[in-house]
């Protein structure tokens, strides 16, 4: 049991493609075994993913630590491990694999075997990079991404599928390859005999040629990160991507790639150059911003609903990036935690708009209308799941979006840049609004699928969810409202993590130290009252205090007033033991 658990994460991140190697014995026929078997190989990998949690620790520093020779030439390691602010993003990669695979079961009828494989391998990739300690590990990690979600749209997309895959392929890829220019110039003008990354957090922000060129270096892993969020004006690619992917894509995509974007800067940019990243605040902050509205505004023009919900991820992922811009410990809590709510809530959406598509056919808002008293149950679902994207309090929406509001409006990260003291109070007063904008684009596309007259005949037939969507949808229903009420539970797992980093930062870009956590309150029950010694002052000090604050008060001119000896305040006299004879 010892050696699993010392090997844990090597068995998490490999046991995916080791079960898509063995698919490729399945015959093409067996299409049902396959799906069958894909799902239940991603189902071992999340229960797996599970045995994280009794052993974590609620404290800074790395878990379930493995550090291996890889390439002794360059001191490149095979070095994996895990903290609080990783730990839920690997849950979430190996809960929505399976969802996105149980989504698919009817939609995908060519090449299954292909695209399960697929799919598998590119849990592994995602994986790979949430728990690597080693630069050059991390970026093998963060390209194979690439090639699996490359396929994934090209083959099984719709119409633009082609066109929605190169854009993807080109725009991350150039990105991806400015970061491997910065990461060598590191290796090589530093000196540095390894890749690992918590030796480069402790020698790297120092180094005197890296605080020369930090502006650059930052603006290299920056640039591949903002690109995977993605960040306006770097966007482009994404609404084309989202629509033209299958379901499973889509979901994948916005339930774990994206947030790599978000975990990136928080892991590798912000750490490794604090100086530069203070200096580029400001410019995050208002791409976050522009994202926010922009996004927003977009979504409300939306004539298809997958559009709709792609333009939406750029809106939410704004929040997310404006908390880690903020540098203050509430925003960038409610960051971590906004990219979780967004990958379950958004992931969600992508499901149901292809289950609806699935029945009609088509995604465009104007063929809908009413359908509401023909999908009661469907109805539901979406509109609790819409309600968490609002961010309605009781769901889990609302908390990363009100943590990252208040520590973006108490924020003083920006008081020694340009912005000046008061740019977290602009920062969150405009992204505020985004959150107006958020429930009429959202509710108001309810309102014309779901309620008014059924005018289209072809809505007459609809079927609701039947049992495999029913078993689709009830865990992520489950996991919006058990986020949204009990918060604290994956808080204060994040919480010493978060805090460990942006403590670097913070002391690296020249700004005050975040307090250490206060220790947990004790249970008053279980304290016994401690009754301090009634202290008597001598009967002289007393008279003498007395007659001092007396005078003090009497007008000038009059005589002291007499004073008499208090009562009460000589202590008991206990007569003498008597002594024995």
Known sequence: ?????????????????????????????????TKAAGLTISLAVFAVSLMLIPTFKSEAGYQFVQKE????????????????????????????????LLGSFTSIQVRVREFVILVLFLETAMLGALVALDVLLFYFFWEAMLIPMYFLIGIWGYDLRVKAAIKFFIYTLV??????????????????????????????????MVRKYGLWLFGAFALAFAIKVPMVPFHTWLPLAHVQAPTAGSVVLAGVLLKMGTYGFIRFAMPLFPE??????????????????????????????KSLVAYSSISHLGFCMLGLACMDEKAVLGSVYQGL??????????????????????REISEYGGIAAKVPLYTIVFLIITLSSIGLPGLNGFIGEFLILMGTFT???????????????WFATLAASGVIL???????????????????PANQDIEDLNVRERVLYAPLVALVIVMGVFPGWFLTRMAPSVNQVLSQVRVGAGLSALAALPAPAPD???????????????????????????????PPGMPPLPLRPMQGNTPPQHPAPSRAP
Do not use: C
């Open 69 to 100: 020779v890889w390439i002794p030439s360059i001191g490149a390691s095979y070095h994996l491990g895990i903290d609080g602010i990783s730990l839920f993003l690997v849950l979430l990669t190996t809960f929505i694999t399976p969802v996105a």
């Open 175 to 208: 990105g991806s390859l400015l970061m491997l220019v910065a990461i060598i110039w590191i290796w090589q003008v530093t000196g540095a005999k390894s890749f690992d990354l918590v030796e480069w957090t402790r020698v790297v922000p120092g180094n005197p």
């Open 411 to 425: 924020s003083d990260a920006f008081a020694k840049t340009y912005v000046g003291a008061n740019g977290g109070v």
């Open 341 to 362: 709510n967004h990958g379950v809530s958004t992931g969600a959406l992508f499901l149901l708009v292809g289950t609806l598509y699935e029945r009609r056919h088509t």
């Open 1 to 33: 049991m010892d050696y699993i658990m010392g090997h844990l994460l090597t068995l998490l991140v490999f046991a995916p493609a080791l079960g898509a190697l063995g698919l490729f014995y399945f015959p093409d026929r067996e299409k049902g075994a």
């Open 438 to 456: 958020a429930a009429i684009y959202l509710l108001w596309m309810v309102k014309r699928v779901f309620f008014g007259p059924l005018r289209n």
């Open 276 to 305: 530069a990243a203070l200096k580029f605040a400001p410019g995050l902050a208002m791409l976050a911003v522009v994202g926010v509205i922009y996004g927003a505004l977009l979504s409300m023009v939306q004539k298809d609903i």
């Open 524 to 554: 008053m029950a279980q304290v016994a009252p401690v009754q301090a010694p009634a202290r008597v002052l001598p009967q002289a000090d007393l008279d003498n205090l007395g007659k001092r604050l007396m005078d003090a008060r009497l």
